[in-house]
């Protein structure tokens, strides 16, 4: 009930509210203490004559608007109107072109480099391939951290 | 000075440099309080009154005089305050302040002139400032709304006409918005 009151207290003190409901609160501001407290506060800052002042715009503004006006006069209206149509045609392409500009590079970054990995095994193949060959996987002992020893150790691997 | 609006409009759609000043006399306090109060800033409030102004004066000749001059320019006044707020947000997203508002909020002009004493002034100021936040975050719609009311003091049909609906619709954004103001200020009822 309070809550509904406390609500409408705006509409009320506007006026803005049908007769009978203008009455209901009316009556239960009569009685209720707590509701009366909050229509104070809010009638001591929504009265019309509380309302703040008006603000002045600068005295120049005058003056800036005619140096406005005089630029435009004595632009010629085809600057004025590319400049328009400019503005029109630009902006949403632009924005367009960025959009699939990040949609491209997030395509491109976020799939997997298949390419490289399979040019990689190729090469590998290759290389299997010649030391076969070369018959270099029928020495028993390859010196360690040669050529020789990463074709055999490949070789055996990819058998 | 011209004595009707019928005249003025014909005078200024002939071209007549002293009828657009006058226009610009008239209507320029009522621009740029709009401005104002939905953008908070005084800098800001003076472009978008520029820029309200050199919008008129180009299409002075293609107003159809279907609605009152006061009523057409509120119209681009708030048009062009929601852009202009629109660009400063995005402004503000793109150079990562997503911090306060950088708007330098001068509040000197807010109360006016007053025989009170400082204190009462400051009091004022304040609860002035609570209200003004308040009104700030309610959506646009109810917001432009109640500050073309309670601070334009326009009646529901010109603000109908301002924000281009029906007049039950101005009605039901004021009464929603009252609504969400009282839930509001309420918390702050010990500082009021």
Redesign the interface.
Known sequence: MHIDI??????YL?G?LPDEEMKKIRAHLATCSLCM??HD??A??WQ?E?????????PF??T??QA??KE?EQTPAFVWDLKRSLQGITARPVSALAVLAAIVAGIYLGTPRVSQNYEMTQSINQLVGASDDLGLNQFDVIPPGTLGSTLITTSTVQK | MFVNEHDLIRELQAGNQTAFKELFDSFSPQVFNVAYRMLQNKQDAEDVTQEVFFQAYNSLKHFRAESQISTWLYRIAVNRSLNHRRKSKLTRWLSLDFGESEDDTDDSGFIGPTEDGPDVVIERKDTERIVQEAINSLPDQQRIAILLHRYEGLPYEEISKIMCVTVASVESRLHRAKVTLAKKLLPYKDEL
């Open positions: 406390q609500e409408k207290l705006l509409l506007d803005d407290e909050h506060a809010l001591a800052i019309p509380r309302s703040p002042g008006k603000v002045t715009p600068s503004l005058w800036r608007l406005r006006i435009y």
